[in-house]
């Protein structure tokens, strides 16, 4: 048990009363509340005596002694959750009050570890109870989900928009070009989506195994992991055995559209594709661990996935699908990057050195808003200079959300839960970005249709 | 149907906490805020398998009391109850089990619950629960909270603790 701290004295003075706690001759545990004043410079805490021999507090065993408070919000549940105990020994009443002098102390406060926080610190203690609980009863007793719940879970499958923004957005310069197949369309984002999701389970395999997910204590919606593996939801064989499946329909996939437009440059599109997703987290190359995980997402989710689609349509490369997929390149890898923020102490103790871990918060915050801008300014220059469509500069509408992303890091780069909100604005900054681009070619296309 | 006095099941019916204290592993007490319910005849308490410690105290040794003191957390009510009694761990299925047992009675108190468990993709090991049951044994009562005075001590009829 820990000592006890001053602080500890401090905190229980926060309370208004304390149960006062210990074991009577029956051999049951007996409560009662009492008032109470800490004395901090004597390591002491006086407490008023309870009237009745059923209540005397012991001299001669353990006697503890808890402060609890919560605060009940009608319609919400409650918040301000903490309590605090402390183990020692009373002495005899004098004047009508014990002195208590405690030699060990445990507590919680959400102000200090959030809720969520303290779930996931106790993971090992379920995974300990579910253990024993199973030797005990003779069978395997494990944490369950919904099916369905827990495919989305583990594929984090709302990520995928990640996807249906490149994929789309090439479909549509392609069809700008001319050239539009719904076959191939619909298979190109039914292969691309396998592929993403297989890739989201293969790196939790590897953040699993490499401890980084388990380091993490202070997962979000949008960062963490889906940490199936850690909450033991699955085991790893299946786990495992999903990623081939997934990954196994994405290259099967991938194969026919490289058979159905015969393009030799489509397949090496589609290994890149594959090799940058897996090497992220698996080693030897882990590009995550080396600061190369922003770069490496960019390039799968911006021009791999964008050009690829374009390529399935078109069957050559073209400058338009390479200036399109910059800004959504740099837009997804600032998802992960800013993802990664609350991530960076789970991530450098795993030898996981995204640039959040490498660098200063302030560099960190700069480099996003340089990124983001630099992002919009590819449009502006695409539509300029004449390479993209000019409603594509509808996707500037979207641009104030960087400043609120922005603003949430600065201020809430210490506050994972905090910062949360800012998360999934920026994963929105990405989406928006994309429809916006896609509305911009959908009235490009129906121009030309009429003109 | 149960014993207890109608101030006590009251402060049962209403508290959003109680102190649930447990003998720990070297025998000493160790004290646990947790949500009461009462069916009318024994209390329910449940502990998510992330915070599993307390039930592995009680599966070592099941007497335990149940402290029911703070104002706030009794909507306003002052009086103040310690009732004693022995834990029973129910715990076959963690998953699903303790929704059949003690669900509508947390409902009824926190209505809430309802949206969290909405959410139970989110946080899945919260809702991996087991249910502890105690039979009350004994009950110390103070009026008003006034724990200056002697409690009053009740125990269940003859026939009751038969």
Redesign the interface.
Known sequence: MPRVAASDFAKLDGYP?V?V???DDA????????DHQTDVSRGVVSL?A??????AIPTDR???V?G?????KP????DE?R?L?L?GTATEPVDGRVTFTPASAWGWDEAEVPF?EY?ER??P??RR??A??SAE?GRT?R???ALG?LF??TTRLPFLSATFVPVLLGIAIAARHGAFDWWLALVTVIGASLAHLGINVSNDIFDTLSGADEANVNPT?FSGGSRVLI?D?VTLRQLVSLAVALLGGASAIGLYLVWATGSSTLLWIGIAGIVLGIAYTAPPIKLVHRGLGEISVALGFGPVMLLGAYVVQAGALSWEAVVASVPVAILVALILYVNEIPDRTGDAAAGKRTLPVRLPPAVVTDIYLIAALASFAVIVAGAVSGLLPPFTLLALAAAPLVLRVYRGIRQYYTSPYALMAFMGVNVTLHLYVGLLLLAGYAVAILLQLLG | MGWLSEPVERLLEVA??G?L???GRR?????H?LIPLYDGERIYLHS??????K??HIKRNP?????L??P??L?GLTD?A?I??TARVI?????EQWVGLVLDLWRRK????DA?LKA???????F?RAVIEITP??C?L?PD?D?????I?TTPPAEVAA
């Open positions: 009363f149960v706690s210990w074991i051999g049951y545990p007996v409560s009662v509340a009492t008023r309870a009237a009745g021999d059923a209540v353990t006697v503890n808890c609890s408070h919560i605060h009940p319609g919400e549940g409650y959750r309590y105990q183990w969520f779930s106790s993971v203690q379920s109870y579910l024993e609980l009863k007793i944490p369950r989900l719940w989305l879970r919606q909450y939801l | 959003l906490v102190e204290t447990v003998i025998g000493q007490p160790v004290t805020p998510s398998t992330l915070f599993s410690k039930l592995e007497r335990v009391a149940l402290s003191s703070d706030v957390a909507k103040r310690t004693q009694g715990e076959d299925d963690p998953h926190e209505p809430v619950i969290f139970r993709v989110a946080l899945p090991l919260f991996e044994e004994r110390l103070w909270g724990t200056s005075r002697p409690p001590v």
